[in-house]
T-cell receptor, first 118, second 114 residues
Framework: AQKITQTQPGMFVQEKEAVTLDCTYD???????LFWYKQPSSGEMIFLIY????DEQNATEGRYSLNFQKARKSANLVISASQLGDSAMYFC???????????????WGLGTSLAVNP | EPEVTQTPSHQVTQMGQEVILRCVPI?????FYWYRQILGQKVEFLVS????????KSEIFDDQFSVERPDGSNFTLKIRSTKLEDSAMYFC????????????FGSGTRLTVV
């Protein structure tokens, strides 16, 4: 079974509008972390936002917010006021276990390709 | 802002040759990782390294692969006898346990095996 599921291979959004990118996860760990990364066409992996499993509030970083619904095991990324430069691949990833452990690999979804239209 | 540096950015190699991908992690980070991303596919974990030894490796990381931290600053991934299917983007990352979300990725090395 997939640990990280991103069901939207591609998304379109008009410039200045908000867009939600879906991510669901599967883990039996009580402690885990959820990440979103942006990968532009140049290929680098850019960290966007993090949500810990024990965080009670949804994470926000500028125009990015994470809609964390623990019972549903979903961690959707919301980008507000989309810009042309937001066009990229977006990956959801999970770290199982606490950040204090040695086993700290990230498990990745397949990604969502976002295109922002002018 | 501290960054993870990877060299080279692109490498083309003949099938069967050995390649070494180099990474300079952030100096105060303790955990190091290699991931790969085959074109158009998801990112896959290869190996994690802590305290000068491998802490975890995936089933992809077979005897063809090895990692080393030769001099306290560089972190290398060696691929012996490359195969066509090794063509991918290889990412190095480092992290600090005191930073909740402190995974920093390098810009990647695009390896093409011909």
């Amino acid at each position: 079974a997939q640990k990280i599921t991103q069901t939207q291979p591609g998304m379109f959004v008009q410039e200045k509008e908000a867009v939600t990118l879906d991510c669901t996860y599967d883990t039996s760990d009580q402690s885990y972390g959820l990440f979103w990364y942006k990968q532009p066409s140049s290929g680098e992996m850019i960290f966007l936002i993090y949500q810990g499993s024990y965080d009670e509030q949804n994470a926000t970083e500028g125009r990015y917010s994470l809609n964390f619904q623990k019972a549903r095991k979903s961690a959707n990324l919301v980008i507000s006021a989309s810009q042309l430069g937001d066009s990229a691949m977006y990956f959801c990833a999970m770290r199982e276990g606490s950040n204090a452990g040695n086993n700290r690999k990230l498990i990745w979804g397949l990604g969502t390709s976002l295109a922002v239209n002018p | 802002e501290p960054e993870v540096t990877q060299t080279p950015s692109h490498q083309v190699t003949q099938m069967g040759q050995e390649v070494i991908l180099r990474c300079v992690p952030i100096s105060n980070h303790l955990y190091f990782y290699w991931y790969r991303q085959i074109l158009g596919q998801k990112v896959e974990f290869l190996v994690s390294f802590y305290n000068n030894e491998i802490s975890e490796k995936s089933e992809i990381f077979d005897d063809q692969f090895s990692v080393e931290r030769p001099d306290g600053s560089n972190f290398t991934l060696k691929i012996r006898s490359t195969k066509l299917e090794d063509s991918a983007m290889y990412f190095c990352a480092s992290s600090d346990p005191l930073e909740l979300y402190g995974y920093t990725f390098g810009s990647g090395t695009r390896l093409t095996v011909v």
